[in-house]
């Protein structure tokens, strides 16, 4: 897969993982395994892009005596899922384009 198309995927799934609960890294690596599987090194590094372009927040909160990050969805950040959602009709109708003109009906 592109790499561009993954890492937009991606960053669009992590956002989901954190609508609705703020939550931690790994609780998203664990919602995020049925889908996809996700190094920390990766997921840490969507993390801080999401931060740096005001999708997400982070705050920090004692856990078992260690200090537990914690992300929160921001309005960009759900508007970028909303955007998302638009979008993928585009993919899908390219999609089935593309599938119709290979003679490919899986």
Request: charged share 30%; proline share 1%; hydrophobic share 35%.
């Amino acid at each position: 897969m592109d790499i561009q198309i993954k890492r937009g995927l991606l960053d669009v799934c992590v956002l989901a993982a954190v609508k609705g609960n703020d939550t931690y890294g790994y609780q998203i690596i664990k919602d995020l395994r049925p889908c996809v599987e996700l190094s920390e090194s990766t997921l840490y590094t969507i993390l801080k892009r999401l931060e740096a372009g005001g999708m997400i927040t982070v705050y920090s909160v004692e856990h078992e005596g260690r200090l537990r990050k914690y992300y929160h969805l921001t309005d960009k950040g759900n508007e970028r899922i909303t955007a998302f959602r638009r979008e993928w009709q585009e993919v899908l109708a390219i999609y089935n384009y593309i599938k119709g003109k290979d003679g490919d009906h899986d």
